[in-house]
Nanobody, 127 residues
């Protein structure tokens, strides 16, 4: 059974970088739609980026050019490299996974349709 655990969150000043990692309990090669989502308390969960297969990625407009999602199936890790962070990126970040065909949905739909999720890791960006 697939389980996910995030790490790598923290506090950083605007313009800085963080790298989030999501460790999977089983082989994630090719079988899953996986992604990163974020949520601010009191607001809906927001899709950040997804990847299906080895490298077919989709990004929210707000993070394009700044964030990079990558899957390392040999290490069973999904990562999110976040550069040029902004105060509005402050949120709890979650990785999530579901069947590969779900990646045809929009990021907003995937925020609720990818039901295997980790506990989350907090990212705080100060301006």
């Amino acid at each position: 059974q697939l389980q996910l655990e995030e790490s790598g969150g923290g506090s950083v000043q605007a313009g800085g970088s963080l790298r989030l990692s999501c460790s999977a309990s089983i082989n994630i090669k090719g079988r899953y739609c996986m992604g990163w989502f974020r949520q601010v308390s009191g607001k809906e969960r927001e899709g950040v980026a997804t990847v299906v297969g080895e490298d077919v990625a989709t990004y929210a407009d707000s993070v394009k050019g700044r964030f990079t999602i990558a899957k390392d199936p040999d290490k069973k890790i999904l990562s999110l490299q976040m550069n040029n962070l902004k105060a509005e990126d402050t949120a709890a970040y979650y990785c999530a996974a579901g069947p590969d065909f779900l990646c045809g949905l929009s990021l907003s739909e995937l925020a609720t349709r990818l039901t295997v999720r980790g506990q989350g890791t907090q990212v705080t960006v100060s301006s």
